[in-house]
Structure formats: C-alpha cells, structure tokens
C-alpha cells in the first residue's frame, strides 16, 4: 500500500476550534496578512487554508451574520461583485476549465463554520478528478498556499 504523507493536515484534524470566528479575525487583517486577498468595506476574499483545489477562494461579509435574510442589500451587491471579481481573477491567473461555486448555510447543509455565511469558489479542471479521492478519500493540491497567494494577491490590490 502506498501512503501519501500530508502532516500540515493534522493541525486541521486536531486542531479543534481556538475561540472565534476565522472570518471575522481575517476581516480585521490588511491584504497582505495571511491569507486575506481583499479586505474591502463590506466583503473579505481570502483562500482556504484546507483547499479542496489550488485557487480555492472563499468570499464572506465583514460584518458577523449566519443567515442569508440577515444580509443588508449593500453587503449582497459588494458580496456579489466581490465573486465576480474572484472568478475573473482565477480565470486570468490560473486558467481553470471551471467552478464550484457554493454557500452552505446550516450544519446540515455541510457549512464548516455555521454562523458567518461564506461562499466557496474552487477552481477546476478538465481531469482534476483521479483515483485518489475515490480509494483512498485523499485530495491532492498541486500546489503550495504561498505560491497560490503570491499569484492571485496582486490582481486584488487594484480593486
């Protein structure tokens, strides 16, 4: 049996939550801090730290809300053109065939974090589905989190 090694991922499967939401803590952070792309009035744009493929961004509001309803319309439209920007952004810097594009809202619909409403934006290509999540429930990342940011980061500073 071949074995995959990937030990970054334990601080995710042990790491427990360490009080607060990982959104509001980003929104609080410049662009060039850590993960955060953008860091706007209303809408933050940030890469996922555990991403199911490279470029997988997520889009949230600012302001701490879990419900959709709870949303004001000036945070729909800048959420909105927020994930506009992020897919134009990804098709310019790495030239995906496609996207998922998702909100999970609810611990029953599969949200990870249940009380600050995020959108997944993952990038995705023609062949990207192997054999390796099917037998083995192991997602490989072709690429490392620093690189992908130092791609994408610049196309973010001119918003």
Do not use: Q
Request: hydrophobic fraction near 40%; aromatic fraction near 8%; charged fraction near 25%.
């Amino acid at each position: 049996m071949e074995h995959l090694w990937a030990p970054w991922r334990m601080e995710y499967i042990i790491g427990g939550k360490t009080g607060g939401c990982i959104f509001c803590a980003a929104a609080g952070k410049k662009p060039a801090e850590e993960l955060v792309l953008f860091s706007g009035s209303h809408t933050l744009v940030m890469l996922n730290k555990y991403p199911y493929n490279n470029g997988h961004l997520m889009v949230a509001p600012k302001r701490h809300e879990g419900r959709l309803e709870g949303v004001s319309v000036e945070e729909s439209l800048d959420l909105t053109r927020l994930l506009r920007h992020s897919v134009t952004v990804l098709k310019d810097a790495i030239s995906p065939d496609g996207f998922n594009i998702g909100l999970n809202i609810g611990k029953a619909a599969g949200a990870g974090v249940i009380d600050h409403l995020h959108w997944h934006i993952v990038p995705r290509w023609e062949g990207d589905v192997n054999f390796m999540p099917v037998v083995s429930e192991t997602k490989v990342v072709p690429e490392h989190l620093s690189d992908t940011l130092k791609k994408l980061r610049p196309y973010f500073e001119k918003i």
